[in-house]
RNA sequence: GCGCCUGUAGCUCAACCGGAUAGAGCAACGGCCUUCUAAGCCGUAGGUUACAGGUUCGAUUCCUGUCAGGCGCACCA
């Protein structure tokens, strides 16, 4: 309906540029929605523009171009308004003509092929696999997973991957952590759990389990253990804690680090799947270190010339691509960085030949960017490929209380606890609520108390009522309209051409959400058009007598309900026919 | 100190990458159930868009500065 405006406008200009009245299209030309019905279903600022370069009033010029506009079915006048906007207002036979797309289309209405043959990698969530996901996961998480469906309703071929850090120190940490609690479980720890490691009750799960799989078998590392508690330094404690483990269990340290990594991942991933965000792949961190490819690339940053070594160290010369500082690549105890893996893994999303990779990171990481972009064109590849979302830290509060999410102590509350309090429509709807640079403060008091009175559920009971009111039909033998062959005319009410117009909206929000990386502009979207369903459904009844009017009536209440069904769809919420 | 994000109604947030009179929900107040689900609808009230400049036909939006809040500035991940 927009296209076919648009088409109008476009070639009233170019007939007017080949007068010679105009000296060109501009670019820049709007055709929107104005805030306000009075100023028309469409707008254009183009003689605004225009107004400049031609030395005429826009005024003037807008009246030119309503002279040039061809005659159309569809536009039932023009007006020209304020400082020289042209006002476009719509027969109604063109929103009859939406309301039956919407029943054409189905489940596709709303999609477009905008992205086709783009191919996109969506990496989101990614949380260190040392305890199970908590509530500013979830956020990561629903927002990701809401983006990835849009921008698949909009034709792009999208590829989700979790990034498992199952290398590095914290899962170190996180096995020294699972071992204490499997010797307190046998009564062999000398000492008191210490501070500075993972103290979650998972950890005694964990070690549980492990006790079961091997009995005492472990047990004899606890020779030598390092006394802990009198160390001055907690975080030498812990790596003296990890170097003794590694040396007195050998073969063994292998079978403690899986135990924590496996469970905790599976749980992750179980929790994810019942949160319906899924992913393409689970992408190991260790893999990289084992094919070598961190060695590789690390080869190619030095082979460039963009190395040096200090104090035994590797570094990185990333102030020479904009960043900060220079940073380490390898240590001089000759591990790798977090930061040499993560190089070799973007390298390794090029390699794979996405046209666009999109990052989905916590607020706190955003230091983080500047240096992988920097990597990325240290090695030849374009920094415009990666995007990187920042999404703001969900901060948790009960009632006007900080909660503490510190994932050691084990204090936090997860994903799982809230999904189950909440329920995930709720909890999915709620997270996209907000654009991610807004920060989120999710109160838990609250999003108990909201329950009940939740914005989802006013959505969710638009589409339900639809369905209602089929049962109705059923119950007092009422016939119900067929696919086609009915009478859309008869529709002339202004809330009836008010509810098409929210529909016709939906097509639009899919691709600006998709642009903008805002899922929360399908939320906002939904609202309303949850809302113009019920003023309509208060104010008209739609089971009438008359069976050409009940038909049309009940076609445009499922063709809303169609576009509900399809815009919670890509929110991960359900469509309940009843509630 | 430097960098990133943010500042809009009492609260939580929108405002279509510069447009016309800045909008919703919650909270407050007043109405609407003998008829399709009142988990709903209708109405009232609520604003110097943090502040000061600048850019232009036009600024919540872009630029500069100030103030305030969050986050980051590791051989942690």
Redesign the pocket.
């Given at each position: 309906m927009k296209a076919f405006v648009s088409q109008a406008l476009q070639g009233a200009l170019q007939q007017l540029h080949a007068q010679g009245s105009i000296p060109g299209i501009p670019a820049?030309l709007?055709l929107?929605?104005?805030?306000?019905v009075?100023?028309?279903h469409l707008?254009s600022?183009v003689a605004?523009?225009l107004?400049?370069a031609v030395g005429r009033k826009?005024r003037d010029i807008a009246n030119d171009i309503v002279a040039a506009l061809p005659a159309s079915e569809w536009i039932a006048r023009t007006e020209i308004?304020?400082?020289?906007?042209i006002?476009f207002f719509l027969q109604p036979a063109a929103f009859h003509a939406v309301i039956h797309r919407v029943r054409t289309e189905k489940e596709r209405f709303g999609a477009n092929r905008n992205g086709a043959g783009q191919r996109l990698q969506l990496e989101f969530v990614s949380a260190?696999p040392t305890g199970p996901l908590h509530v500013g996961h979830g956020r990561g998480a629903a927002y990701g997973a809401s983006l990835a469906n849009i921008l698949r309703f909009n034709g792009f071929d999208i590829f989700c991957e979790y990034y498992v850090?199952d290398?590095?120190?914290?899962?170190d940490i996180l096995a020294a952590s699972v071992y204490l609690r499997y010797l307190e479980a046998a009564g062999a720890l000398p000492w008191a759990f210490p501070e500075n490691s993972y103290r979650g009750d998972y950890v005694r799960e964990i070690a549980a389990h492990l006790r079961e799989q091997v009995g005492d078998r472990l047990q004899h590392a606890a020779a030598g253990l390092p006394n802990l508690p009198e160390m001055s330094d907690g975080d030498i404690a812990i790596d003296t804690l990890i170097a003794h483990l590694k040396q007195s269990l050998g073969e063994n340290y292998r079978t403690l680090h899986s135990a924590g990594l496996d469970e905790i991942l599976a749980d992750i991933r179980d929790d994810l799947e019942d949160f319906d965000v899924r992913y393409e792949r689970w992408y190991s961190?260790r893999s990289l270190m084992d094919t070598g490819a961190v060695d590789a690339a690390v080869a190619a940053l030095e082979k460039a010339g963009h190395c040096y070594t200090?104090?035994?160290?590797l570094w990185f010369r990333a102030t020479a691509f904009d960043d900060?500082?220079d940073?380490?690549l390898r240590?001089?105890?000759g591990?790798y960085?977090?930061?040499a893996s993560d190089v070799a893994y973007h390298a390794e999303k090029f390699a794979r030949g996405f046209t666009h990779v999109i990052d989905m990171w916590g607020?706190?990481?955003?230091?983080?960017v500047?240096r992988v972009k920097a990597a990325l064109r240290a090695l030849g590849l374009d920094d415009q490929q990666l995007e990187v979302v920042?999404v703001?830290?969900a901060?948790l509060y009960r009632g006007t209380e900080k909660v503490s999410m510190s994932t050691r102590a084990g204090e936090f509350v997860t994903l799982r606890e809230l999904r189950e309090e909440v329920g995930n429509d709720a909890a999915r709807f709620f997270y996209v609520?907000?654009?991610a640079?807004?920060?989120?403060?999710f109160d838990l008091e609250l999003a108990k108390k909201h329950s009940?009175?939740n914005?989802v559920?006013?959505i969710q009971?638009a589409h339900?009522?639809v369905?209602?009111?089929l049962?109705?039909a059923a119950e007092k033998g009422l016939s119900l309209p067929s696919a086609d062959g009915v009478d859309l005319t008869i529709l002339q009410e202004s809330r009836e051409i008010a509810l098409a117009d929210a529909l016709w909206r939906f097509p639009?929000v899919v691709v600006?959400a998709a642009?903008?990386r805002?899922p929360?502009?399908i939320a906002?979207y939904l609202?309303?058009l949850?809302?113009a369903f019920?003023?309509y459904?208060?104010?008209?009844?739609?089971?009438v007598e008359e069976t050409p009017l009940r038909h049309a009536r009940l076609t445009l209440c499922l063709a809303v309900a169609q576009a509900i069904a399809n815009g919670l769809r890509l929110l991960g919420v359900r469509a309940p026919e009843?509630?």
């Open positions: 820049t709007e929107d929605r104005p805030k306000q009075e100023h028309g707008a600022n605004l523009l107004a400049k826009p308004a304020g400082p020289g906007f006002n260190n850090n290398a590095g120190r914290q899962m961190e200090l104090e035994g160290a900060d500082k940073r380490v240590r001089d105890n591990a960085t977090y930061f607020a706190d990481h955003h230091g983080y500047p920042l703001q830290f901060i609520l907000r654009r640079d807004q920060h989120l403060d009940e009175e914005p559920f006013y009971y339900a009522r369905y209602s009111l049962r109705q639009e600006t642009r903008d805002e929360h502009q906002f609202r309303e949850a809302a019920h003023t459904y208060n104010s008209t009844r739609i089971l009843q509630m």
